[in-house]
């Protein structure tokens, strides 16, 4: 490591304002380090699906610096390439116009495949990278894209032009009911690139999947969020209109303040320096029924890792 790696290392860790730390595990971390450019820019977090197991897929993406972090299907983080530095994930790629999105993007390889659920604890561990990415780099979420979003193909014996299609890689990520337990609120609205004629559309069926209403993992996992341990309490038929256009807030885990405060739920305290979240919450900090908020994110406290509880964040309880 440089001295100014290691002063800026220290720099992040005495911070105040630095961001939760993850538990991230360096076993992979990438030997192709030295060797790669800091990227000049930060726009894209890139989702994949390595198509192979955790182990073999480990291996291959540290021997080649393939991606800045590798999740399991147990929920476990690897550092691969160092987050700052480009890791060559994309391929041949483009995003409005701009080739090769490895120089602008951070890729995260996810254990597991493409066009199959994931189980919730990886998804969970995912969504918690992801919102850490998310807060250093003030990337929206509508740019948490897939490989597929990017990956284009050049002309071959199928396709007389350059197209978007060259791979489903991370297609899920762009299910709307993936995207929910990844609390990501939006996704791109259309592919730039297909509609100003730059590439052509390859494989409809996967557009369909990142711009249209497919969404093969519907019915996969539950309406609420993952790790609520609440009882669901059915609506009642009056509600049914009211369900059907926005989350109910009398059933299922709640997804904004309104929905905490429509269900009698009062906020307790806000997390500070001098204020802990057992200081505020008691023994009940972790407990299902005990809310964080932050940022318009909603957390139960028996799915938040105690170190993505951050300042600024508030406690709600039932009164
Ligand atoms: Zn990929």
């Not at 961001?19 to 360096?26: E, F, H, Y």
């Not at 021997?63 to 299907?73: D, I, K, N, Q, S």
Request: proline share 7%; with cysteine.
């Amino acid at each position: 490591m440089t001295r100014t790696g290691l002063v800026l290392i220290l720099a992040a860790a005495l911070s105040p304002l630095a961001s939760p730390a993850l538990s991230i595990s360096n076993r992979y971390r990438s030997p192709r380090n030295p060797e790669r450019k800091v990227r000049a820019s930060t726009e894209l977090i890139v989702l994949h699906t390595t198509e192979a197991p955790a182990r073999s897929s480990l291996n291959k993406i540290s021997e080649r610096g393939e991606a800045h972090f590798c999740v399991t299907e147990e929920g476990q983080v690897y550092a691969i390439v160092d987050r700052d530095r480009e890791a060559f994930h994309a391929g041949r790629s483009m995003w409005k116009g701009k080739e090769d999105v490895d120089k602008f993007s951070i890729g995260i390889e996810c254990v597991g495949h493409h066009d199959k659920p994931m189980g919730l604890v990886q998804l969970v561990a995912i969504r918690n990278l992801v919102q850490h990415l998310q807060d250093m780099y003030r990337i929206p979420d509508d740019r948490v894209v897939c490989h597929s979003h990017v990956a284009y193909g050049s002309p071959n014996k199928w396709q007389k032009r350059k197209h978007r299609g060259r791979k489903r890689c991370g297609m899920l990520f762009a299910m709307p009911s993936v995207r929910r337990i990844l609390q990501l609120k939006a996704r791109p609205a259309f592919d730039v690139d297909t509609r100003v004629g730059r590439l052509a559309i390859g494989d409809p069926y996967l557009q369909g999947v990142l711009y249209g209403r497919t969404d093969t993992m519907v019915g996969k996992y539950p309406a609420q969020k993952p790790a609520v341990a609440k009882t669901v309490v059915p609506a009642k038929p009056s509600d049914k209109k009211a369900a059907a256009a926005s989350p109910p807030p009398s059933s299922g885990a709640p997804t904004s303040v309104a929905h905490l405060k429509a269900r009698g739920y009062v906020q307790k305290g806000v997390v500070s320096p001098t204020m802990s979240a057992s200081k505020i919450a008691g023994g009940k900090w972790n407990a299902p029924d005990t809310y964080y908020t932050i940022r318009n994110k909603v957390f139960p406290g028996n799915a938040i890792d105690e170190s993505r509880i951050e300042k600024g964040m508030c406690i709600w309880m039932k009164k």
